[in-house]
């Protein structure tokens, strides 16, 4: 048991990250009733659909699960009402500040929980009256920061004197232990769910990570400051090479318009955009969400019960 698991009502503390176009009611629900806290991901979806997979969701599961906001989605003030009035047991954010929703949403008894790329968001959202935060590392798939998780932990967790879940560059028990040596309550992990089978994604996404190595993921964006990790392919080098003639931050976003679904819901290997942080080298099979969170938090009890002095 940690502050995190008290607060929400799970069995593990373990948080399945929210994808855009990856996260929604099936491996929500399944990570939910295997003991963790499943979460939607809103994307750019309007909140018709996000109601709809509330709905959905709660038909497969009545254990607590969550919603995440992407702040910069034109829709998210109609999203925040929403999410609100269906009273949802968490929300996580991303890409922006939560500080005018907090009130809304705690006023509806919602757990609110950032996603914070440094110390000072951080220390904002604690002001703005979150209930803990998600200091995820530039290790993570998708839309990133700067700082390595193993950097960024430590001092959230120095800053706010609210819970902190560790993210990004986490995928088995070896992840956890280390997030929880560091100090935190709780851990996300994103990729290693798109390898379950309860993850409603085209075949060819899940292949992609199986079969990833070490370096098989690359960051594109950072010159146009929209920096997002995915898997190397065809239309990472097309990113490239806009970068290296210093394309226009337009040039380069009209590349990736439509190329997460591409990826999702087409399977395209040369087209899509396949998000995946750096530890889809460590997955090597297609396993149900259950299976992956028993294991990973046995693997994390058995090194955190070995662990004795250092010297």
Request: with cysteine; hydrophobic share 45%.
């Amino acid at each position: 048991m940690t502050k995190i698991t008290d607060m929400i009502g799970i069995k593990y503390p373990i948080f399945q990250g929210g994808m855009a176009w990856v996260a929604d009611h099936h491996i929500a629900a399944a990570v939910s009733n295997a003991g963790g806290l499943g979460i939607i991901g809103c994307g750019g979806a309007d909140e018709n659909w996000i109601r709809d997979q509330i709905h959905k969701c709660r038909e497969l599961t009545d254990k607590p699960f969550g919603v995440n906001v992407m702040l910069m989605n034109p829709r998210a003030p109609q999203i925040a009402e929403v999410l609100a009035e269906e009273k949802v047991a968490v929300v996580t954010t991303g890409a922006g500040s939560a500080g005018k929703f907090i009130p809304m949403w705690k006023e509806a008894g919602i757990i609110v929980v950032p996603v914070v790329p440094s110390v000072a968001m951080a220390k904002k959202m604690e002001k703005d009256g979150a209930d803990a935060v998600i200091a995820e590392g530039t290790e993570s798939g998708g839309h990133v920061g700067e700082l390595t998780t193993m950097c960024l932990v430590p001092q959230v967790i120095d800053a706010v004197s609210i819970p902190v879940i560790a993210a990004g560059g986490i995928a088995d028990g070896r992840g956890v232990a280390a997030a929880f040596a560091m100090g935190a309550e709780a851990v996300q992990c994103g990729t290693v769910f798109c390898a379950s089978e309860e993850v409603n994604i085209h075949q060819n996404y899940k292949d992609m990570i199986i079969k990833a190595k070490d370096r098989s993921t690359q960051v594109t964006g950072r010159k146009a400051g929209a920096p997002v990790r995915q898997i190397k392919n065809q239309l990472t080098k097309k990113f490239q090479e806009l970068e290296d003639r210093n394309a226009s931050f337009e040039e380069i976003e009209s590349l990736g318009v439509g190329a997460l679904r591409r990826a999702v819901v087409d399977g395209d290997l040369d087209n899509g955009t396949f998000m995946a942080g750096q530890i889809a080298g460590m997955i090597t099979e297609i396993k149900p969400a259950k299976q992956i969170i028993e294991e990973m938090f046995e693997q994390a009890n058995k090194i955190l019960s070995a662990a004795g002095p250092v010297c």
